[in-house]
């Protein structure tokens, strides 16, 4: 990233020793993301009480101005969507919005275009200086001579980001970059497996090919706090990545599937090595090498969230506590 504070996004390194990036401008994240789409469950519809209608109603609406359905598999894709299949891990359905047991999600996001800016929940790690100052406890802001209007002890707690395992896989650099296509989510969508292809160069020459196991919806939780006035500069952020044993069972199980897929040979022609009986050096079935092998590897998958919450920063009707005239947007 650019040192001249030119670029929309910033990368910085979490205390916990992970690589990151933030954006430095509203939908400087986005602009250089790329996922997948699905819709969320009913029950967590249900326990966020949500208005069931009004979110089927924008899903709709997002469905048919941002996603685009995908109707032909790359062959990356497609090795991927084999292996699930064949090690007996996950079903293949084909392209699915409802967010179910165990399908493959063919559906992109193609542009994001946000109509209304999220005040809270970015703010406090995309520009930290803008809204944070208002709201931590005194100790911390007295530090940098901040003068805070109201004191909100939640504020630049609970964050989380989804831990997550990167495996390489050796491939010629013939293959071009694209995004996930293929998306495997076990029946506790504790774990999602996708494979997709980056660019390692500006120009695309050169390619990293990888799978990716992530945990969704972490329990460990971290702290943002500042470390400077200037907003050009990064905060102190710590997500405590696998802290919480559930997530670490998560990753542990996220390892196990990528070497289940891997050693049915679903993508021994699109290898370079493909004499590899198994990517790990070590047994996988030891869930205590596993575990220490996440922990030593583990990464982000840029969708860390901030601990603005209902009940906690906002109220049901997405105000700020003691402060009515801020919305949550």
């Given at each position: ?57 924008s899903y709709e609406w997002v469905e048919s101005q941002l996603v685009l359905q995908t109707s032909l598999l790359t062959p990356w894709q497609a ?64 530090a940098f001579n901040i003068s805070p209007i109201i004191a909100l002890l939640p504020v630049g707690q609970g964050f989380q980001g989804n831990p ?166």
């Amino acid at each position: 990233m650019a040192d001249d504070y030119t670029s929309i996004v910033q990368s910085f390194d979490t205390e916990d020793g992970v690589p990151n990036l933030r954006g430095r401008v509203l939908g400087g994240s986005t602009a250089i993301n790329r996922g997948f789409y699905s819709r969320t469950s009913k029950d967590y519809i249900e326990r966020v009480g949500w208005d069931e209608e009004l979110v089927r109603e924008s899903y709709e609406w997002v469905e048919s101005q941002l996603v685009l359905q995908t109707s032909l598999l790359t062959p990356w894709q497609a090795a991927l969507k084999e292996g699930h299949v064949k090690a007996g891990s996950f079903r293949g359905r084909g392209s699915q919005k409802d967010h179910c047991f165990a399908e493959f999600y063919s559906r992109k996001s193609h542009i994001s275009r946000s109509r209304r800016s999220n005040l809270i929940s970015r703010s406090s790690r995309k520009s930290p200086n803008t809204f944070i100052k208002w709201n931590r406890p005194l100790n911390h802001l007295q530090a940098f001579n901040i003068s805070p209007i109201i004191a909100l002890l939640p504020v630049g707690q609970g964050f989380q980001g989804n831990p997550c395992i990167s495996i390489r896989l050796p491939s010629p650099n013939s293959l071009k970059p694209e995004p996930p296509q293929v998306v495997g989510i076990t029946h506790n969508y504790q774990t999602i497996i996708q494979a997709l292809i980056l660019p390692t160069t500006p120009t695309g020459e050169e390619i990293l090919s990888v799978i990716v196991g992530k945990v969704a919806e972490p329990l460990s939780r971290g702290l943002l706090s500042l470390k400077s006035r200037d907003p050009r500069q990064n905060p102190s952020v710590k997500f405590n990545y696998l802290k919480e044993e559930r997530d670490l069972e998560g990753c542990i199980k996220a390892g196990q599937l990528i070497d289940r897929i891997y050693r049915t040979g679903s993508f021994r022609e699109r290898v370079t090595e493909s004499d590899v009986e198994s990517w790990f050096k070590f047994n996988v079935s030891d869930s205590k090498e596993m575990g220490e092998f996440c922990k030593m590897n583990v990464r982000t998958c840029y969708h860390y969230h901030a601990g603005c919450e209902v009940g906690s920063v906002i109220d049901e009707e997405f105000w700020v506590f003691w402060g009515r005239r801020f919305e949550s947007c």
